[in-house]
C-alpha cells in the first residue's frame, strides 16, 4: 500500500512531441504529488507537485493531471526536446509537510532530435 | 528554489574504512533531512530521517550501527557509513524541505575497493 507503481519504465518520443508519463497508487493518506527530474549521476531536481484537491496543473511545457477517485496521476511534457532526455521520477508524500516521500520506479525519457 | 549541497560529490575508499558524507542546506534552515540510496538505474529509496538534535529514524533494514547519522545543525547533517565493504558501494543522496517541495543534494558516488 506504500507503492507508487510508474510507468512506462521507458520511453523515446521525437522531437515537438508530448511525452506522457503515468503513475499510480493504492494509500488514500498520500497527500502531495512531486514529479522529479534526474539526469546521470545528479541528484533529482524538483520539477513540478500537486495537492489532489487539484485536478491539473501546469508550468511551462510540464503539466500534473491528477485523478483522485483512480488515484493516478500523469506528467505531461509538451514539445518534447532533446534535453529534456532524463530520468522522471513520480513521488507521494503521506505526512503533509514533512517532505518525506516514497518514490516511483522511475521512466527513462529518450527524446530524438 | 532552495539549495541542498553536498559533499564529496565522489569518494573511492577501501574496504573496512569509514566514509563521511555531508549535506548541507545553504539559504535555509532544515529541522529535518532525508538520506536516500540509489543504485544504478534504480529509484530513491529512503534510509533514514536525519533530526537535528536528536536521533536518526531508520527506515526497516537500514542497519543503524553501519550508517551513522549525525543533524548537529540547522544547516549541516552527516552520513557515516562505517566499515564500508564493497556491498555499501553506491549513490547516495540526501534532500531537505523547504516551501513547495523536498530538494536534492548532487549525490555522492561511493565506491569500495
Known amino acids: 500500500q506504500q507503492q507508487v507503481k510508474q510507468s512506462p519504465q521507458s520511453l523515446i518520443v521525437q522531437k515537438g512531441g508530448i511525452s506522457i508519463i503515468n503513475c499510480a497508487y493504492e494509500?488514500?493518506?498520500?497527500?502531495?504529488f512531486p514529479w522529479y527530474q534526474q539526469f546521470p549521476g545528479k541528484g533529482p531536481a524538483l520539477l513540478i507537485a500537486?495537492?489532489?484537491?487539484?485536478s491539473e496543473k501546469k508550468e511551462g511545457r510540464f503539466t500534473i493531471s491528477f485523478n483522485k477517485s483512480a488515484k493516478q496521476f500523469s506528467l505531461h511534457i509538451m514539445d518534447s526536446q532533446p534535453g529534456d532526455s532524463a530520468t522522471y521520477f513520480c513521488?507521494?508524500?503521506?505526512?503533509?509537510?514533512?517532505?518525506?516521500?516514497?518514490f516511483g520506479t522511475g521512466t527513462r525519457l529518450k527524446v530524438l532530435a | 528554489g532552495a539549495v541542498v549541497s553536498q559533499h564529496p560529490s565522489r569518494v573511492i575508499c577501501k574496504s573496512g574504512t569509514s566514509v563521511k558524507i555531508e549535506c548541507r542546506s545553504l539559504?535555509?534552515?532544515?529541522?529535518?533531512m532525508f538520506w536516500y540510496r540509489q543504485f544504478p538505474k534504480q529509484s530513491l529509496m529512503l534510509m533514514a530521517t536525519?533530526?537535528?538534535?536528536?536521533?536518526?529514524?531508520?527506515e526497516q533494514g537500514v542497519e543503524k550501527d553501519k550508517f551513522l547519522i549525525n543533524h548537529a545543525s540547522l544547516t549541516l547533517s552527516t552520513l557515516t557509513v562505517t566499515s564500508a565493504h564493497p556491498e555499501d558501494s553506491s549513490f547516495y543522496i540526501c534532500?531537505?524541505?523547504?516551501?513547495?517541495?523536498?530538494?536534492f543534494g548532487q549525490g555522492t558516488r561511493l565506491t569500495v575497493v
Open positions: 534532500s531537505a524541505g523547504q516551501g513547495w517541495g523536498a530538494f
Open positions: 494509500n488514500t493518506a498520500f497527500d502531495y
Open positions: 500537486i495537492r489532489p484537491d487539484v
Open positions: 513521488a507521494a508524500s503521506y505526512t503533509s509537510g514533512t517532505y518525506k516521500y516514497i
Open positions: 539559504d535555509f534552515q532544515a529541522t529535518t
Open positions: 536525519s533530526n537535528e538534535g536528536s536521533k536518526a529514524t531508520y
